[in-house]
């Protein structure tokens, strides 16, 4: 018997946390096995999981997107924000090279959608 397996439960599960370097876990919450897989078990690793890093978009970069994905061209998002349709693709210019930047590339209008649902910044309740 070795001395980590006389040590009750929750001590258990938390050194074992802190030599994997994850937070140790509540006393009194359910301690998973070593059969139970976690989806931070495959973040930590795969490739393949998406990168929900979030650009940072101001207000009006939000508004003006909002506005566009609303609307059937540039110019209906632009009346309605009485702005030029030039500001508004200014505005999404900027908000592309912000995703790009980050590695989630958005070049059409449905890309833009979806990181927007993604990000938060709208639902599809309002659509």
Avoid: N
Avoid at 88 to 106: C, E, F, M, N, P
Avoid at 114 to 119: E, I, T
């Amino acid at each position: 018997m070795t001395a980590s397996s006389q040590l009750p439960i929750h001590r258990l599960a938390r050194a074992e946390a802190q030599r994997a370097g994850h937070a140790a876990p509540d006393i009194g919450h359910a301690v998973p096995g070593p059969s139970v897989t976690c989806i931070s078990d495959y973040r930590a690793g795969d490739s393949a999981v998406a990168d929900h890093r979030r650009p940072v978009l101001s207000s009006r970069e939000v508004e003006v997107l909002l506005a566009w994905l609303a609307a059937e061209s540039k110019d209906e998002a632009a009346s309605s924000l009485f702005i030029s349709a030039s500001t508004v693709s200014t505005h999404l210019a900027r908000i592309r090279a912000k995703y790009s930047a980050i590695g989630r590339d958005a070049p059409t209008k449905t890309h833009l959608l979806a990181r927007a649902l993604q990000d938060g910044y709208t639902s599809l309740d309002r659509w």
